[in-house]
Each structure stands twice: as structure tokens, then as C-alpha cells.
């Protein structure tokens, strides 16, 4: 006989395996970050996440929790169970064992060994498979490695915060233009991205340290975009202790002289330019490839916005626009060389959220 099925129970069991994979996201590259939740008579008996690192998967951790009593349980799983074996056995075998009765499914998983072949498993074994509960969510949660996954390089957040003039900095240097509550939201975007990324103008500007400064946070791989070497060596960004690297990419032409100008503490790429310097296609690409990649957050300036733009490597603007005007300064995207308004730069679905004084726009790049 079919499990019963409640959707008010499944709505909120799947939001139980999200809250999971939220509290791991960011740390378990080169893997999904996934949540699940073992759920037995209307309770939650186990819960677990993704490993750092991205072992164990989640599944086997609830199903060790849970030990007996798994059996005739329903799982949630916020991303598909795995039908192969990779470094770990496949978890969709792994419920199977554990006589699960009906697994709930997030979204389904697009790494090509498992793709819908998870689900097919269960689904053989005679376990009741539910697919798609809160799969927005779901598929939001992993957008870094379904976008590594599809098309080979890391899912693009461009974040820039900008005067209501749309100016990212003023003509001297001195003050914030964002509130303390948008910046706060910044740092957890820096937690949960695989890295974060800026231009040598940037750099040279507002010196950033580019680190995570939240309590309890982790930073992300730090990436100065930098193809003729005009960052100063002292800059902060250079000098951070932090469990992550800091990574400069340059032309190949560059590569002896920017080992003797920024020493050791620095890893640095190579990555072939374009005409206006790094090609930006290429580097994400190569960053997906090398370092398993898969959530980049652009945080400017306006020169390698405008790049990234144009490459069409966004995924996704964030502009944080504060209630304030300079009248000069340096305009958010420059360099695009738009020559009239049908050749611009179309957004879909474009909303906007308040974050203290300032107003949060959204929108993904057509
Ligand atoms: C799951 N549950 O918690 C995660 C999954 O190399 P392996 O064996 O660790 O397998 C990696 C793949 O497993 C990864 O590319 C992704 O498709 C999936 N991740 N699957 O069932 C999990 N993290
Ligand atoms: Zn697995």
C-alpha cells in the first residue's frame, strides 16, 4: 500500500533538510550541499548535512543516526540521493538498506552519473519517490554546482553597491555608501560563496581585505583580477591571515614578474588575456576545472563588472542602492560601449527588497 501523503507535513520536513544544507553550504566543494530528514510517525527521528568537504554525503549520516528505526521511515532530501559509486556507495543504496518506506526529493541532481538515476533506484527497490517539494529552494540552495555541473564554470553573483546615482565610489576615497545591515548581508554571501573576486582598481581604491567577518563564518577564496600588475603589494588583500589563499591571476607574459613582485604568499594563475586583458570566460572556466569552483561572488569594480557582463558569465546582479547622491565618481559598470538602448544589457524578473536604508535590486542577465 502507497504511503500516506500529507503536503502541508512534506512542505515543512523540506524545509526542515534545507535548513540542514544551509548551515553547510560553502564547505563541502567539491560536492552539493544537501540536507536530509528522517521522519518516522510525524517526527523527526534524524537529521544531517553534507560533510565539509562533501564527505559523508548527508544520507548516511541521518540513516546512522536514525539506526533502526529507519525502517518503514520517510526521508527528505533536499537534492537527489546518488546512484553511483563515486568516493562514497551510492546513498540512494544506502536508503534502500535502510528499508526506507518514501523518499521526498528537493530536486533531482544534474551530475550526469546520477541524474534521475537515483531516483529510478529507489523507485526499483519499490520505495514511494516524491520529486520536486520546495525545488526552487532546492535548486537555488546548489545553484554554485548545478551551474559547475551544466555549463563548466562557477555560478556568478555581481554584487555592487552604488549611490542612487549609481556610483560605486566617490572621487576621493573615505566612507560607506551601503548601510552596516546591507554590508552585514554581504559577509554572509562571503561565508557562503567558494570564492569572492575584484579588480585591480578595486583593490588599488578601497583596499579590501576581502575575508568573511562574520562570527562563525569562513572566508572564501580571495581572486584579484589583475592583468597588468597594478596592485600594489602591500595591499590588505595580499596580507590576510586566513585559512584561505589569496589568488592573483595575471597574463602568462606576467607570471616571472609578478612571482618577484608579490613573493610567496600569493597563488598565482595565469590566464590567457582577451584584447582589454584577462579573458573572464576563460578564468571561470579554468577556476570550475582547478579549484572545483562553483559560486563566485564579483564583488566590482566597474571595469571587470563590465567584462564579466559582456562575457556573459553573470548569473546574477545584486545591487545594494543607498539613499545617497555624489553627482561624480565612478559609474557602477563601465566599458560596455553600449551604443543605443537595443543593444543594452537586458535582466529578467527584476525585484527589490529593503535591507535597512538601502533598497536591494535582483535580477538575472537575459
Ligand atoms: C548525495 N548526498 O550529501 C551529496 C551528494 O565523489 P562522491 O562519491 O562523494 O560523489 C559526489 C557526487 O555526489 C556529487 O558530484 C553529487 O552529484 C553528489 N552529491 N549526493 O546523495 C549528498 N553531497
Ligand atoms: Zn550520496
Redesign the pocket.
Known amino acids: 500500500m502507497a504511503p500516506r501523503v500529507d503536503h502541508q507535513a512534506d512542505l515543512r520536513f523540506m524545509r526542515e533538510a534545507l535548513a540542514e544544507a544551509v548551515t553547510v553550504l560553502g564547505r563541502?566543494a567539491?560536492?552539493?550541499?544537501?540536507g536530509?530528514v528522517i521522519v518516522k510517525q510525524g517526527r523527526v527521528i534524524a537529521r544531517a548535512?553534507?560533510a565539509p568537504g562533501?564527505?559523508p554525503?548527508?544520507?548516511p549520516q541521518a540513516i546512522a543516526i536514525a539506526g533502526r528505526r529507519t525502517a518503514g521511515a520517510t526521508a527528505y532530501?533536499s537534492?537527489?540521493?546518488?546512484a553511483?559509486?563515486?568516493?562514497?556507495p551510492p546513498?540512494?543504496d544506502a536508503l534502500i538498506a535502510a528499508r526506507i518506506e518514501r523518499a521526498v526529493i528537493g530536486c533531482l541532481?544534474p551530475?550526469p552519473?546520477?541524474r534521475g538515476r537515483?531516483v529510478a533506484r529507489l523507485r526499483r527497490a519499490g520505495i514511494a519517490v516524491d520529486i520536486g517539494v520546495l525545488e526552487d529552494e532546492c535548486r537555488r540552495l546548489n545553484e554554485g554546482?548545478i551551474t559547475r555541473?551544466t555549463k563548466r564554470r562557477p555560478f556568478v553573483l555581481l554584487k555592487m553597491a552604488m549611490s542612487l546615482d549609481g556610483r560605486i565610489a566617490a572621487p576621493k576615497p573615505g566612507g560607506w555608501i551601503s548601510s552596516e545591515q546591507s554590508r552585514e548581508l554581504v559577509h554572509r554571501w562571503r561565508n557562503e560563496c567558494d570564492a569572492v573576486m575584484a579588480g585591480a582598481g578595486t583593490v588599488i581604491v578601497d583596499n579590501p581585505r576581502l575575508t568573511c567577518r562574520l562570527k562563525g563564518g569562513r572566508d572564501p577564496v580571495r581572486i584579484v583580477v589583475d592583468a597588468a600588475l597594478r596592485t600594489p603589494p602591500q595591499a590588505r588583500v595580499y596580507h590576510q591571515r586566513s585559512a584561505a589563499p589569496t589568488v592573483l591571476v595575471t597574463t602568462p607574459e606576467n607570471m616571472d614578474r609578478a612571482r618577484e613582485r608579490y613573493g610567496r604568499k600569493v597563488q598565482l594563475m595565469a590566464v590567457r588575456g582577451s584584447d582589454a586583458g584577462i579573458d573572464i570566460r576563460l578564468l571561470m572556466r579554468d577556476l570550475a576545472a582547478s579549484r572545483a569552483i562553483s559560486k563566485v561572488l564579483l564583488e566590482g569594480g566597474a571595469h571587470l563588472a563590465a567584462s564579466a557582463l559582456h562575457a556573459r558569465v553573470v548569473d546574477r546582479v545584486a545591487f545594494f542602492v543607498a539613499p545617497i547622491i555624489f553627482g561624480a565618481g565612478i559609474p557602477a559598470i563601465e566599458g560596455l560601449q553600449t551604443s543605443r538602448a537595443s543593444h543594452a544589457i537586458r535582466l529578467n524578473n527584476l525585484r527589490a527588497r529593503q535591507i535597512g536604508p538601502d533598497w536591494l535590486l535582483e535580477a538575472e542577465p537575459a
Open positions: 563541502t567539491p560536492n552539493p550541499a544537501v536530509c548535512a553534507t562533501g564527505r554525503h548527508a544520507e532530501v537534492f537527489e540521493p546518488c553511483h559509486f563515486g568516493q562514497t546513498c540512494a541532481d551530475y552519473p546520477v537515483g554546482f555541473v
